[in-house]
């Protein structure tokens, strides 16, 4: 259904025949963390997120899962390998 208090004419997830079933009956204002996303967009209250009613609670775990300006950061681990085992690969290798 479509939005009709802070994003008139889009769709949301969170309106039903009696309006917004969010908790406190609309969507709130971006965090600091927030800015720079591209999923931001000007609202009647102000800038809210496109896909997130809530941004406060998507920051709580770390990372919002829907930000476009940060990237999570994969570290490869190296494993050790046990030396004795390590020369008997390259042992194999060989033949």
Known sequence: MQCQTVL???ECTFW???????QGGSCQN???ECQGCERIVKGTIGEVCSVAPSPT????GGLCNFATHRKVEIQSVETKMNPLKASKKAAGKKK
Request: proline share 6%; aromatic share 12%.
């Open 8 to 10: 008139p004419g889009t």
């Open 16 to 22: 039903a025949k009696k309006g917004c079933i969010f």
């Open 30 to 32: 971006v965090v600091e």
């Open 57 to 60: 609670q998507k920051w709580v």
